[in-house]
């Protein structure tokens, strides 16, 4: 699916995306789920390619014919190292499936609260100019969206930064850097303290706790991480270490809603806002991210945006929208809420692969 505009971060920039989603059937009700890797093994090991002969080889012949409850799905691939995202489109797959066999919507499957709406964020990639930049955030303003999170990478920070809040003084501005500095760069990220920021997302190496606690301790503004955060044991490591003062969970990362729940468990208790991430999901992705974003440790805007903002045209109807006020409706239906568009699904479907029990 080609997105309405590039997308850049300090891992390189995106012009479509190839999405694997789902489908897990029993009694004749269907659950989707996205697997929401990218093309290639940037952001962490997987890949499209991966994810589909992890699911193909190794997680769907599992579960084919196996009776299992979605709080347990995941365990039918515990031996898998890493690859949390194939594992994750499986099991959120089997949680809307579940929600729709009781005929509940899925933010009550997975216990979140009554919720009319959520607050919405939006995030927003690194441009060709400083001018395009701040052009890009004033529509998003203009929306309604209540947060602004900006990519940023060494030589596209401090001066760019500065620009954006001169303009916008008084915006809710994060900055997320996709493990782009070193502890080396440690007086170029305090150099941000000066602009207000809510906070400055995965700064460093995806597996660097420790630098991170050394990197908070040095700056006032909070760190959010989001690479690091893999599970609830590094989640509490990570709060108990001081290396960061909120977390992003995204489902792919963790591997889907149960160990999504163990994550958000730990940061409430601790007092450690959490927010929803993107990974510029398909309509199924995104429904799945609004039901997460109930739960009552999401406190901070998350980067659920509108379906308009990524896609010309999206597989679910209707498509995922934002109120002027910044905010989704939580969909009150079975499941995730939304219906898949299945003639334009088949339209844009580039392989399909299913297993049965037989």
Not at 112 to 137: A, N
Not at 177 to 189: F, I
Not at 216 to 245: F, K, M, V
Request: proline share 4%.
């Amino acid at each position: 699916m080609p997105l309405v505009h590039f997308f850049e971060t300090s891992f390189g920039r995106t012009y479509s995306r190839d999405m694997i989603l789902v489908e897990v059937v029993s009694n004749g009700v269907s659950g989707w789920g996205e697997v929401t890797c990218g093309e290639h093994p940037f952001y962490n090991e997987e890949w499209t390619e991966s994810a589909w002969l992890l699911l193909k080889n190794y997680i769907a012949p599992k579960a084919a014919g196996k009776t299992l409850e979605a709080q347990t799905a995941g365990q039918l691939s515990a031996g898998i190292r890493g690859h949390k995202m194939a594992q994750g489109g499986f099991e959120v797959a089997c949680w809307d499936l579940q929600a729709r066999l009781n005929g509940v919507p899925l933010w009550r499957e997975i216990g979140g609260e009554t919720r009319f709406e959520i607050p919405c964020g939006v995030s927003i990639g690194i441009q060709d100019s400083v001018d395009q930049l701040i052009e890009k955030i004033r529509l998003e303003v203009d929306a309604g969206y209540r947060r602004i999170k900006m990519k940023i990478k060494p030589g596209w920070d401090i001066d760019v930064v500065a620009r954006v809040r001169a303009e916008f003084s008084s915006i809710l501005l994060m900055a997320d850097a996709n493990s782009a500095y070193t502890l080396a760069d440690v007086d170029r990220l305090k150099a941000l303290d000066e602009f207000n920021l809510m906070m400055i997302e995965q700064p460093l190496a995806h597996d660097e706790i420790i630098d991170h606690a050394t990197l908070q301790a040095a700056l006032s503004t909070p760190i959010c991480l989001d690479e690091c955060i893999r599970n609830s044991h590094q989640a509490a490591q990570a709060i108990r270490l001081g290396a960061c003062r909120i977390i992003n969970i995204k489902l792919g990362r963790v591997g889907g809603f149960a160990e999504a729940l163990r994550v958000h468990d730990v940061c409430f208790q601790a007092g450690i806002p959490v927010w929803c991430g993107g990974m510029l999901e398909s309509g199924v992705g995104r429904a799945h991210n609004v039901a997460l974003s109930t739960l009552p440790g999401f406190t901070l805007p998350g980067d659920v945006s509108a379906s308009k903002r990524y896609w010309k045209r999206d597989v679910i109807d209707p498509w995922v929208e934002v109120s002027s006020e910044g905010t989704i409706t939580v969909p009150g239906g079975p499941g995730f809420g939304y219906h898949l568009d299945l003639d334009f699904l088949a339209s844009v479907r580039a392989r399909l692969e299913t297993l049965s029990p037989q």
